[in-house]
C-alpha cells in the first residue's frame, strides 16, 4: 500500500521537521553554554501564536508578520536569559534545570492568559492545490515545512563553521575561561545563542501552524520530543538533530498509523530513554566526548 | 538535625489534632487532606533530591501506579484497601528499580530527561490501556481499615495527616542513622565513600525506590479519597509541581517538603477567582523562588528562629 | 601482604608506569617515594581500584585484586586517605569516622527506618567505636565540631581515623603530610608508627617529605619516570646514586 506509506512518511516528514529544529535549537544553547533549556518548545509555540496574531488579528502583510514574530520571540528569549539564566552560577545544575522548566511555565501562563486554550491557525504560505503522489494527498504547506527546515539547516550549518561569531560560540561550550582569555565575550554570545535557538524554534511553529494549527500547552511535548532528537542525533551535534528528529517524526508517524495512534507521543519517549540507558552519546556523537561535557 | 525535630514533631502532631477542631468546613478539609497527599509526594522527593541528591521529573508516574493498582485491586478483585496499599507500593518499588538501574547511571540533566520520560510514559499507557482510558473510572471503594471507613472529611483528614506523620517519623529515624549519614556523605564525596567500602549504586537505588513507594501511598491514599480515577491527574506539569514544592520548602529539610506541599496546595484556592491567571502564577512563584530563595523556605524561617533565639537569649542575659 | 607484579599503564600515547614489581611486607611500614611525575599517583590509583592496569597484577594476601572496583577493595581489608583531603566536609569529625564503621554495620531501610532494636544497637555500637578511634587520634574533644573547620593538621588526622574505623589490614596514605608544618609533620609520624605497632595495621606511605619517609619507614620503593629505580632499607635507598641522581636538584630534601 505505497499510497498509505506515502501519506505516513510525509507526514513523519512534516512534524519531524519540527522535531528537527527544535533539537537544532537545544543544541545551539548547549553548545553554547552547556545548559539544556527545557524552555524549548515553548518559542515554538509563541511562533505560531504570535503569527497568528500579526496576520489574523492585526492582519498585518505575510513577511513584516514574520519578521515581527521573529523579533517577538527574540525578544522573549533575550529576557529570558537576562532575568534568569544570567543571575544564575552555571554550576548548579539542578537549579538550571527547575529555571528552564519554571519559564516554560510562565511562558505557558502567558500564552494561557494571551490566547486561552483554542487552537489558532493561519492560512498556509501559498494557496495551492495539493500534490498527488502515488496517490497520497501531499499538501504544499507540508513542502513549505520540510523546505524552510532544510534551508534552515544549511544555514546554520555555514554560520557554524564558516563565521567566526559561530566558531566563537562553539568554543564557549569547550571552555568558557579559554574562549574569554581569547577574547571571546562569553556573556555575548550565551545571549546570541538563546536568542538563535528561539528563532530556530520559532520558525519552525510559524511554518507548521497552517497544517496542525497551534495551542498553548504544546511547548513541554515538542520541547521532549526535541531533546529526544537532540539525544538520539548525538547531543550537541547539528546534522545528528535533524537526523534525529526525522527519524522520530517518521517512527511516530508509522506507529500511529499502522500500530496505534494513542502510543505515538510514547514512541519518542521510549526513543530517548533506550539511547539514554544505552548509548548516550547518540548516533553521532562519541563517549568519550560525551563525557567531557561538563555534566 | 536531632533535638530540633523532636519539638517540632511533637508542635506538628499537636496542629494535626487539632486542625479538625478549628474549622468543621469540609472544604478546608479536603484542601487539607489533598496538601496532606502532596506532602507524602514532596518528602520523598526531598529525601530524593536534597539527600541523595538524584532529580525525578517522574514522580507523577509513581503516583500514578499507586492510585490504578490500589483502584484496580479494591474494585476489581475486591482485595481490602490495605492490602491494595501494600500491593500498589510493591509494583511502584519494583517499576522504581527497573527504572533507577540504569537512570541512575546517568548524570545531571540526563537523569532528569529519563525521569520525564517514564513519567510520560506512564501517562500514555494510564490513557491508553487504563480502565475507562482518558475518562478513567470511578465507584472505587473507600479507604477502609479492618471494617471502620473513613468516608467523612474529618476522619479522612486524620487518616491522610496519621500516614504524613508516620511517614515522616520513619523518614526522620532513616535520616539520623548509618544510612542517612550515607547519603550525607554521598552528598560530599562519593569518591571516599567508594573508599570506605560503599555501595554508591545501591544506596541511590534504595532511595529513589524509596521515594517511589512514598509517592504509591500517596496515590493508593488520593483514589480511596476521590473514589474516582483518571489519567488527567498524573502528568508531567503535576511531576514538576511536586518538585516545585520540595524546593520552595527546601529540599534539605524533610519539614520543607510538608511546607512546600501546604502552600502549593493552598494556592490554587486562593488564586480560585484567577483562573486564567493560574498557570502564570505557578511559573511566577517558582521562578522567583528560585531566583531568590534558592535553599526553600525552611532553612530562611530557621534562620530567623535562629536569630530570634539569639537575641532573646541575649536579652535575657543582659536582664540576669 | 601486597605485590605488585609487572605492572604497566600508559595513558594514550604517555607511559605512566613501566614494569613496576615491589612487595609491601606484612607489618612494615613501606614507603613509595619519587620525584613529581614519577607514577606514584597512577600506582595508587590502580591498587586502590580506580582504574585497571594495562598489565601486570596486584596481589593481596594471594589474591589478584587488580580490576576490582574501589568498594570491593575497601571490603577486602585495603583502606586509604588521600592526597587531596576528601572528608565529609557538611558532616562532623564524629560522624565522619562513622562512616567508616558503614560496611561494618548491616541495618538497613527498613531496621533504620523504624529503628528497630539491632538499628539501635549498631548505632550505639559505632559511635562508642568512632570514639574510641577518636581517643586513640586525640581528636575526641573536637568531635561535635563540623570537619572543615578543623586546622588541616587535624583534618589529616582525621581522615587517618575514618580510615581506621574500616579496620583495614593494609592503609594507604597518600601524602599525608602535604599540607603540614614541622612539627605536625614529626606528630604524624609518631601516629604512624604508633598504628602500625599497637593496632597491627600495615603502612604504604606515599609522599615526598623526605625527613618523614626516611625516619619511619623500614622499607623504601624509589619510582621515576615509572619505573622502580631503587627499592630496599631506608639507609641503603639514601645511598643509592640514581636515587640521589634522580633528586638531584632536591638534595636538601634528604636528611
Known amino acids: 500500500m505505497l499510497t ?33 533549556n527545557l524552555a524549548q518548545g515553548e518559542f515554538v509555540v509563541i511562533g505560531g ?97 520540510i523546505g524552510v527546515t532544510a534551508v534552515c539547516i544549511i544555514l546554520l550549518f555555514l554560520f557554524f563553521n564558516k563565521t567566526i561569531i559561530g566558531k566563537a560560540m562553539k568554543a564557549c561550550a569547550v571552555d568558557a575561561t579559554a574562549a574569554k582569555l581569547v577574547g571571546i565575550n562569553v556573556s555575548q554570545m550565551v545571549m546570541f545563542s538563546f536568542i538563535l535557538s528561539a528563532v530556530v524554534g520559532a520558525i519552525g511553529g510559524i511554518a507548521i501552524t497552517p497544517i496542525s494549527l497551534m495551542e498553548y500547552d ?61 548509548k548516550p552519546a547518540g548516533i553521532f556523537g562519541s563517549s568519550s566526548a560525551a563525557q567531557l561535557r561538563k555534566f | 538535625m536531632n533535638q530540633n525535630n523532636t519539638i517540632t514533631f511533637l508542635i506538628f502532631i499537636l496542629l494535626i489534632l487539632f486542625f479538625p477542631l478549628f474549622t468543621a468546613s469540609s472544604y478546608n478539609l479536603s484542601v487539607a487532606i489533598f496538601a496532606g497527599i502532596n506532602a507524602l509526594l514532596a518528602i520523598g522527593l526531598c529525601i530524593l533530591m536534597g539527600y541523595a541528591g538524584q532529580i525525578s521529573l517522574g514522580q507523577a508516574g509513581f503516583y500514578g501506579i499507586g492510585a490504578y493498582i490500589s483502584a484496580i485491586l479494591s474494585l476489581k478483585f475486591g482485595l ?70 473513613f468516608d467523612s472529611s474529618t476522619s479522612f483528614f486524620y487518616l491522610t495527616w496519621g500516614f504524613v506523620a508516620l511517614i515522616m517519623l520513619f523518614s526522620i529515624n532513616l535520616i539520623n542513622s548509618r544510612t542517612g549519614r550515607a547519603l550525607r556523605a554521598m552528598h560530599d564525596s562519593e569518591v571516599a565513600c567508594k573508599a570506605m567500602g560503599l555501595d554508591i549504586v545501591s544506596l541511590k537505588i534504595k532511595v529513589f525506590v524509596l521515594s517511589a513507594v512514598y509517592a504509591s501511598i500517596a496515590g493508593s491514599l488520593y483514589v480511596h479519597y476521590i473514589t474516582f480515577v483518571s489519567p488527567s491527574t498524573f502528568t508531567l506539569f503535576h511531576s514538576v509541581l511536586i518538585v ?67 537575641i532573646t537569649v541575649a536579652d535575657n542575659q543582659r536582664n540576669t | 601482604m601486597l605485590t605488585i607484579k609487572g605492572i604497566h599503564k600508559s595513558f594514550g600515547g604517555l607511559t605512566a608506569l613501566e614494569d613496576v614489581n615491589f612487595s609491601v611486607k606484612e607489618g612494615n611500614i613501606s614507603a613509595l617515594i619519587g620525584p613529581n611525575g614519577a607514577g606514584k599517583t597512577t600506582l595508587m590509583n590502580i591498587i586502590t581500584g580506580i582504574y585497571g592496569p594495562d598489565k601486570g597484577e596486584v596481589l593481596f594476601l594471594g589474591k589478584a585484586i587488580n580490576n576490582m572496583p574501589p568498594t570491593k577493595i575497601a571490603n577486602i581489608g585495603i583502606s586509604r586517605t588521600f592526597q587531596h583531603l576528601e572528608l ?76 581506621l574505623a574500616t579496620e583495614p589490614k593494609l592503609l594507604l596514605l597518600d601524602e599525608p603530610a602535604a599540607g603540614l608544618n614541622i612539627k605536625e609533620t614529626k606528630a604524624l609520624g609518631e601516629t604512624i608508627m604508633r598504628i602500625r605497632k599497637e593496632k597491627g595495621i600495615t603502612i604504604l606511605l606515599v609522599d615526598h617529605d623526605m625527613s618523614l619517609v626516611m625516619k619511619i619507614s623500614n622499607w623504601i620503593t624509589v619510582l621515576n619516570f615509572g619505573q622502580v629505580i631503587s627499592d630496599g632499607i631506608a639507609a641503603d635507598v639514601q645511598k643509592d646514586p640514581a636515587v640521589i641522581k634522580a633528586y638531584l636538584g632536591a638534595e636538601d630534601d634528604i636528611s
Request: with cysteine.
Open chain 1, 49 to 145: 501564536l504570535m503569527m497568528w496574531f500579526f496576520t489574523t488579528s492585526l492582519k498585518l502583510p505575510f513577511l513584516l508578520s514574520i519578521l515581527l514574530t521573529i523579533l517577538s520571540v527574540g525578544f522573549v528569549a533575550f529576557l529570558m536569559e537576562r532575568l534568569t539564566i544570567r543571575p544564575i552560577k552555571k554550576t548548579d545544575l539542578l537549579l538550571m534545570i527547575m529555571i528552564t522548566i519554571s519559564v516554560s511555565i510562565v511562558l505557558k501562563g502567558l500564552l494561557m492568559f494571551k490566547f486561552g486554550k483554542d487552537p489558532y491557525g493561519y492560512a498556509p504560505f501559498t494557496e495551492g492545490e495539493p500534490i498527488n503522489l502515488f496517490g497520497a494527498i501531499i499538501q504544499e504547506q507540508t513542502l513549505w515545512v
Open chain 3, 88 to 163: 565529609f566536609s557538611t558532616m562532623t569529625v564524629l560522624e565522619n569516622v562513622m562512616v567508616g564503621r558503614y560496611t561494618k554495620t548491616r541495618a538497613g531501610f527498613i531496621a533504620s527506618g523504624l529503628k528497630l532494636p539491632i538499628a539501635i544497637q549498631e548505632e550505639r555500637e559505632s559511635k562508642l567505636k568512632s570514639e574510641e578511634i577518636l581517643e586513640y587520634m586525640g581528636l575526641l574533644n573536637r568531635k561535635e565540631e563540623i570537619s572543615s573547620n578543623l586546622p588541616i593538621g587535624e583534618q589529616r588526622i582525621l581522615e587517618i581515623a575514618r580510615a
Open chain 1, 4 to 36: 498509505v506509506f506515502l501519506q505516513f512518511l510525509f507526514s513523519g516528514l512534516t512534524v519531524g521537521s519540527v522535531y528537527a529544529l527544535v533539537g537544532m535549537g537545544f543544541n545551539i544553547i548547549y553548545n553554547a553554554t552547556s545548559i539544556l
Open chain 2, 244 to 310: 516545585m514544592m520540595a524546593v520552595i520548602g527546601g529540599i534539605n529539610n524533610l519539614w520543607g517538603g510538608i511546607l512546600g506541599a501546604i502552600i502549593i496546595t493552598v494556592l490554587p484556592e486562593l488564586l480560585r477567582q484567577f483562573e486564567e491567571f493560574d498557570v502564570l502564577v505557578y511559573g511566577l512563584i517558582l521562578t522567583l523562588s528560585l531566583l531568590f530563595f534558592r535553599k526553600g523556605l525552611v532553612p530562611i524561617i530557621a534562620e530567623k528562629l535562629k536569630k530570634l533565639r539569639a
Open chain 2, 80 to 149: 481490602p484497601v490495605i492490602v491494595s496499599l501494600v500491593a500498589a507500593s510493591a509494583v511502584a518499588a519494583v517499576a522504581a528499580m527497573i527504572l533507577a538501574v540504569p537512570a541512575l547511571r546517568l548524570k545531571g540533566h540526563y537523569l532528569a530527561v529519563a525521569t520525564l520520560g517514564f513519567g510520560e510514559i506512564i501517562h500514555i499507557l494510564l490513557n491508553e490501556f487504563g480502565p475507562g482510558g482518558p475518562s478513567g473510572f470511578g465507584d472505587i471503594p473507600r479507604f477502609d481499615i479492618l471494617g471502620y471507613v
Open chain 1, 218 to 278: 504544546k511547548g513541554p511535548m515538542l520541547a521532549v520530543k526535541g531533546f529526544c532528537a537532540a539525544i538520539l542525533g548525538g547531543l550537541g551535534r547539528g546534522r545528528g538533530a535533524v537526523v534525529g528528529g526525522f527519524s522520530i517524526g517518521i517512527l511516530e508517524s508509522m506507529t500511529a498509523g499502522y500500530i496505534h495512534s494513542g502510543l505515538k507521543d510514547a514512541v519518542a519517549l521510549v526513543i530517548l530513554l533506550l539511547v539514554l540507558f544505552y
